[in-house]
């Protein structure tokens, strides 16, 4: 995985709450079984019509959102069904960072697990966010190394994580990386047991 100390990135807001994982990704589209090529359907049913053409309402669609790397929504983002296909989407379609008031728990640990920074802030803070990237081209940098994100416009804000989670994304590890930063002791025992 890429690691991430400093993320900066177009902000792209979607202002809804409990956004679940079959949002996301329909179910659909989980037949494959590497994990790239998800980011095509990411909100798919949001973004386009039965026949597939793109709705012009959906705002993702909007060419101004094209770049877009920190997606910022409304809190219980992630909720519903455990799929890993939910962040593997996200991630493909170019999304390093995603901000929200509160996360569902899998969905969270599926995104540091993945090379994805999940952030959740106070309700007003991600308001701010979501109102100022609303109504511009927004960008903001997101600092894990000091755990807070912020703008050039004077907005700051702080936010926790698990060491454990930070060390994993700050390193670009993956649960097998950090596996094999054991490997000598690994070593060590299955020589001891022959």
């Not at 807001?13 to 990704?25: A, E």
């Not at 926790?160 to 989670?165: E, G, R």
């Not at 994304?169 to 025992?189: P, R």
Request: net charge negative.
């Amino acid at each position: 995985m890429e690691p991430i100390q400093q993320h900066e990135g177009l902000v792209y807001p979607i202002n809804r709450s409990n956004i679940d994982t079959d949002q996301i990704i329909p179910k659909q589209f989980l037949k494959r079984i590497e994990r790239q090529g998800f980011g095509q359907f990411l909100f798919y049913n949001w973004r386009f019509h039965d026949d597939g053409t793109p709705r012009e309402d959906f705002s993702l669609n909007n060419p101004v959102y094209e770049a877009a790397s920190i997606l910022v929504a409304g809190e219980n983002f992630g909720c519903g069904s455990s799929r890993e296909h939910a962040p593997w989407a996200l991630q493909d379609f170019g999304f390093r960072v995603i901000i929200a008031p509160s996360f569902a728990d899998i969905f969270y640990n599926n995104c540091s697990k993945n090379g994805i920074l999940p952030i959740a802030l106070k309700q007003e803070e991600v308001e701010a966010i979501m109102t100022a990237a609303e109504s511009s081209s927004y960008h903001l940098t997101a600092d894990l190394e000091a755990q807070r994100v912020y703008d050039n416009q004077g907005f700051e804000a702080s936010f926790d994580i698990t060491s454990y989670m930070r060390e994993m994304l700050l390193n670009g590890w993956d649960e097998i990386s950090v596996t094999l930063t054991h490997e000598d002791k690994i070593s060590q025992f299955e020589a001891a047991r022959g």
